[in-house]
């Protein structure tokens, strides 16, 4: 474990993560995928796990979740290609599209770590009940406590809706899009090399 989270670069770690067969879900995937975005981001978001379209594309949010997400994070002064990363809690699609094991998401999370420890982010923005459970607190309610922050060993974690959620019930829009108003406003109070 401990080899994972010392990882000395991105490409190493990118190379490593490649490779992994640390839990069944190596077996069915096209593409690992390990995230997209600027390595020196200082908002690091975190989704669930890939779906179909990740899984042959190997990158995140590549489908219509990923579409929607694009315009929330372009509305606020935010892209893939400019200032934030966007990475995974598990890095290979798990079947059907169903929710990662816990003990999926424990073999995957030091790839996690590792990009963390790298990137260095000063936030962390969860979307959806798996990521913010993960990362923030077992018990997280993204209905109650979404656009909330919560400071750990100096980063800010807030959690939000899963654009999939969104793409469900597009009555929750407003409330989706209002967290992102309150992140960059976060952002300009605590970031210094993000424009927003
Ligand atoms: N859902 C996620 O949580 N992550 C992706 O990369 C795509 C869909």
Request: proline share 5%; aromatic share 6%.
């Amino acid at each position: 474990m401990s080899d994972i989270r010392k990882m000395a670069d991105f490409d190493t770690l990118t190379a490593q993560c490649l490779a992994c067969e640390r839990c069944g879900l190596c077996k069915t995937r096209h593409n690992v995928v390990v995230g997209v975005g600027n390595k020196q981001a200082e908002v690091l978001f975190v989704g669930e796990g890939p779906g179909e379209n990740e899984d042959l594309q190997g990158e995140p949010f590549v489908g219509r979740g990923g579409k929607l997400l694009d315009l929330a994070l372009e509305a606020v002064g935010l892209s893939r290609e400019k200032n934030i990363y966007i990475a995974n809690i598990v890095k290979c699609r798990p079947p059907q599209n169903r929710d990662p094991l816990p003990e999926e998401q424990e073999a995957c999370i030091e790839w996690l770590r590792a990009q963390v420890a790298l990137i260095r982010p000063k936030i962390i923005v969860c979307l959806g009940r798996v990521a913010a459970c993960q990362i923030i607190n077992k018990d997280f309610k993204v209905t109650k406590e979404h656009g909330q922050f919560f400071e750990r060993n100096g980063v800010l974690l807030m959690g939000t809706l899963h654009p999939a959620a969104v793409l469900r019930d597009p009555r929750k829009k407003g409330e989706w899009f209002a967290d992102f108003v309150t992140l960059r406003d976060k952002i300009r109070e605590v970031c210094d090399r993000t424009d927003v």
